[in-house]
């Protein structure tokens, strides 16, 4: 069974770094598909925010490409998110997930509060 | 970045009632890249519908989506219990990725 995994700190002050880990059980995440980050805001709002593809290149919302960083460790199967300059409207739950233009696998999410 | 606008934002419902969502595009979009999801409180969001029309594994036949180019419609055939979800249209045609901003669906 594939699975994913996310882990990082819940709580992260603003102007800081938000960096999160997903852990990938099952599947290689050299063999295909797009891993990606996508976050869903207090109230409902749901933004892709960019992924690492299979190959390694990586691609950004352009909403947030001067903030973003998605890079992997493939010796651990894992890929991770830096997100800079955090603020309080960076408070949200990330998901990782398994991507193609749609995403039928996803982590379980880690609900992330930027606060002081 | 292509916006999609969904509605209506929530829904109210009896049992064994027929709903329909939609999803209007600000830009043309490929059917095979248009998809829906259904998202039940403290969940992750389940994929239902992909490819415009195509159910993924394991969802029931009530479930259905239609549509083209700007104009996509998702919809509950008989709405039951374990329907109650928001459900979101998403497009994968052009970067950014981006979603509808959610419907709410809850029961009478």
């Known amino acids: 069974e594939i699975q994913l995994q996310e882990s990082g700190p819940g709580l992260v002050k603003p102007s800081q770094s938000l960096s999160l880990t997903c852990s990938v059980t099952?599947?290689?995440?050299?063999?295909?598909?797009?891993w990606s980050w996508i976050r869903k805001f207090p109230g409902n709002k749901m933004e892709w925010m960019g992924y690492i593809s299979y190959s390694g290149s990586t691609n950004y919302n352009p909403s947030l490409k001067s903030r973003i960083s998605i890079t992997r460790d493939t010796s651990k199967n894992q890929f991770f998110l830096q997100l800079n300059s955090v603020t309080t409207e960076d408070t949200a739950t990330y998901y990782c997930?398994?991507?193609?233009?749609?995403?039928?696998?996803w982590g379980q999410g880690v609900m992330v509060t930027v606060s002081s | 970045a292509i916006v999609l606008n969904q509605s209506p934002s929530s829904i109210v419902a009896s049992q064994g009632e027929k709903v329909t969502i939609t999803c209007r595009a600000s830009?043309?979009?490929?059917?095979?890249?248009l998809h829906w999801y259904q998202q039940k409180p403290g969940a992750f969001p389940k994929l239902v519908i992909y490819s415009t029309s195509y159910r993924a594994s394991g969802i029931p036949s009530r479930f259905s989506g239609s549509g083209s180019g700007t104009s996509y419609s998702f919809t509950i055939s008989r709405v039951e219990a374990e329907d109650v979800a928001t459900y979101y249209c998403?497009?994968?045609?052009?970067?950014?990725?981006?979603f509808g901003a959610g419907t709410k669906l809850e029961l009478k």
């Open positions: 099952g599947y290689t995440i050299t063999s295909g598909y797009d």
């Open positions: 830009s043309s979009i490929s059917s095979n890249y």
């Open positions: 997930a398994r991507a193609l233009t749609t995403v039928a696998l």
């Open positions: 998403q497009q994968g045609s052009s970067n950014p990725y981006t």
